[in-house]
């Protein structure tokens, strides 16, 4: 059992009691909420007549259905209408904090969460979307629940649990150019596989991983869940604090102070015992992509789709599905494979970072004439930073189109969806068949420098020839 | 669909019923019930949208549309069933379909816990048994007896000894796998928290 690690100790900071079945009552410090998974939460809070416990400690904004073309309400799609309304119904009613389209701080959740400087270290940090992971880029733990636990945690402010795992994935050395913190996160689901992280928390530790810049950081921690590991976690330092400071709702003057002590505390002990330690070599990385239906089922750009026979006896089964489904033949190259979408956005690459390395690929290019390109950014703080750059024009005079915020194509509950059998090359976090709106369409998943790569050529390329 | 559909309530400790048998490793919650499906505010109608898109490529032959499997209630699956999504519309469609417990090689976490809220409970076994199941159901209709408490499943040919973490076992025995009253009980201890936790005052 771990010791001493971040995890152990934030566990048993909001650790409020022992369960009689076994498992701990653990107090939740910030609740994110989003219009898909609450309503039915309210609902039970109704039937219940049940309160919000602490409303101050629940924070909301609305991102997986919002159209990405045409913002105004009503939404053209009634039911997308509906849910928004839901929200801000339950929102006002509760006394909840919503960030709502307009307000300048609407977005993808995990996006708007760290950039409102909410996201802290040495939290507990709830949300009904599995990619919750993300905000453990701040040393907090944090995890994706379901809506009765919503419900839980919106009545009682805490979750009944079972403590995780600790597993150290220690990256040694540092990405070469070229590769960014999402190569490197779907190195590590390919090398450990997409179940390896059940039970476990997930500690990204290493040069490699200190190197990163937040933004990289949220990256790698945000598809902790693609590997089976509901949470992942970096230990905080300089580079958390700095990005935190002066955001919105981040400590100020004598609180910042406090904080910062606190927080330099929490970090895992030299001496701190794991369930588990992984090393790799982070210099060994290249760009990666998808070739599958689960985001394990990734090779370096140069690579050949593996023969069945390269595979484990485990993997063999899901490898046959995705030569399927995908087309591919096994030892197919998957560079040159033809593109018909391009997908920039999502909570794993929707940032700010993510569109400047894009823009940089695309700046003074165009976009192949079969190719349908978009980029979405993650929330109306980026959309406003990358307008001040100049970086939407980039997007624009390349030909790709610059859209409002929101999670998009990531999961396609809005307009924006893959056509028949289409192929994406996409920055979001899940290739899993119908992921992108159509029940056969097929997703490559890439870092957004590749995905710009694969604009312009039209199919998917090796983006170290762009930056040479 | 069941048109009688009720859900859970208070202690659970014998389900018996036909198994299901679907074969797949990283059968993810966007399968179970795809993104579309979740425009919604309540889960009532999500039983039918269940593996949806599986069900339409497979033209009437999935399981869950096979007319030997209308009444089954056990549902058989490999490993790491849920991944993906912390969407509980998944396990909500499952048994609003008729689902109610699953026997699995292994289990995503977030759709374990979804399914524990819920109240289905969840069973693990070695994979050679998992595959004797699904064989067993290739050819006839396997009626299962599940004895929570003893963990184990019963049948005319086939017995099992189920896997199932003490912790959930427990909590489905009690009635306490819906935690809202049992957190509640608590109210005083976690008030205290609030006020102990060092960030709360940060802001």
């Not at chain 1, 700095?242 to 002990?269: F, G, Q, T």
């Not at chain 1, 290249?286 to 006896?313: A, K, M």
């Not at chain 1, 307008?387 to 999961?411: A, H, N, T, V, Y």
């Not at chain 2, 417990?101 to 977030?110: Q, W």
Request: glycine fraction near 8%; include cysteine.
């Amino acid at each position: 059992m771990s010791q001493d690690t971040l995890f152990d100790k934030v566990w048993d900071l909001h650790k409020v009691s022992s369960l009689p079945g076994g498992s701990d009552q653990i107090f939740v410090g910030l609740h994110l909420i989003h219009e898909v998974t609450s309503p039915q939460a309210f609902g039970a809070l109704k039937d219940k007549k049940l309160k919000v416990k602490f409303p101050d400690r629940t924070v909301a904004t609305v991102d997986h259905i919002v159209p990405t073309d045409n913002q105004s309400r009503p939404f053209k799609d009634n039911l997308a209408e509906q849910m928004i309304e839901t929200l801000e119904k339950n929102c006002l009613e509760h006394n909840i904090r919503f960030f709502n389209i307009g307000s300048g701080n609407q977005g993808i959740v995990h996006v708007v969460a760290p950039e409102l400087g909410l996201t802290q270290p040495g939290m507990t940090i709830a949300c009904g979307d599995s990619h919750t992971s993300t905000h453990g880029a701040f040393g907090s733990i944090a995890f994706g629940i379901g809506t009765s636990q919503v419900r839980d945690v919106l009545a009682t402010q805490t979750l009944a649990m079972n403590k995780l795992k600790v597993r150290q994935i220690w990256c040694d050395n540092k990405l070469s150019k070229g590769v960014y913190a999402k190569d490197l996160v779907l190195h590590i689901i390919n090398k450990l596989g997409v179940k390896a992280g059940a039970g476990f928390a997930y500690e990204f530790a290493g040069p490699a991983i200190h190197e990163l810049s937040m933004e990289e950081r949220m990256t790698i921690c945000n598809m902790s869940i693609e590997g089976g590991a509901r949470c992942g976690y970096i230990n905080p330092d300089e580079k958390t604090f700095s990005y935190i400071k002066n955001k919105l709702y981040a400590p100020k003057n004598e609180h910042w102070d406090r904080a910062l002590k606190w927080w330099e505390s929490l970090k895992s002990d030299e001496n701190s015992i794991y369930d588990d330690v992984i090393k790799l070599d982070a210099s060994k990385v290249e760009p990666t992509v998808t070739w599958g239906i689960t985001p394990g089922q990734s090779i370096s750009i140069n690579q050949q789709i593996p023969l069945l026979d390269e595979l484990s006896p485990n993997d063999k089964l899901v490898a046959e599905e995705a030569y399927e489904y995908m087309s591919f033949k096994p030892g197919q190259l998957i560079k040159d494979t033809p593109v018909d979408v391009c997908f920039i956005g999502s909570c794993t690459n929707g940032r700010i970072s993510d569109l400047r390395v894009a823009a940089k690929v695309l700046n003074g290019k165009k976009v192949s004439k079969n190719v349908k390109a978009f980029a979405v950014p993650g929330s109306e703080k980026v959309a406003t930073e990358a307008k001040q750059e100049g970086l939407d024009q980039i997007f624009k005079d390349s030909g790709f189109q610059w859209r409002e915020p929101g999670c998009s194509m990531c999961l396609a509950m809005n307009s924006d969806k893959l056509i028949g059998n289409q192929v994406s090359a996409s920055s979001s976090n899940r290739n899993f068949k119908g992921r992108q709106g159509s029940p056969s369409g097929r997703t490559l998943l890439m870092s957004p420098a590749m995905v710009a790569a694969a604009a312009i050529n039209g199919k998917v390329s090796d983006v170290r020839e762009f930056i040479n | 669909m069941k048109s009688d559909f009720t859900p859970p309530i208070g202690k659970i400790s014998n389900i018996n019923g036909q198994c299901i048998s679907l074969i797949g490793n990283d059968i993810d919650t966007d399968r179970i019930i795809p993104a579309r499906f979740l425009k919604c505010v309540n889960f009532d109608s999500l039983g039918e949208s269940v593996f949806e898109d599986d069900r339409k490529t497979l033209k009437g032959k999935h399981p869950f549309d096979l007319e030997e499997n209308k009444n089954a209630s056990i549902l058989v699956v490999n490993s790491n069933f849920g991944c993906g999504s912390s969407r509980e519309h998944a396990p909500q469609a499952l048994m609003r379909w008729g689902i109610k417990a699953i026997i699995g090689e292994s289990f995503a976490d977030i759709f374990y816990s979804n399914c524990i809220a819920i109240g289905i409970p969840c069973f693990t076994l070695p994979k050679k048994s998992i595959e004797e199941i699904q064989n067993y159901c290739n050819n006839q209709s396997l009626l299962l007896e599940i004895d929570l408490k003893n963990s184990l499943a019963k049948s005319k040919d086939l017995n099992f000894n189920l896997e199932i973490k003490e912790s959930s076992k427990k909590m489905f025995l009690s009635g306490e796998w819906d935690a809202t009253a049992t957190l509640l009980e608590k109210s005083s201890l976690v008030e205290r928290k609030y006020k102990e936790l060092p960030y709360i005052k940060f802001i």
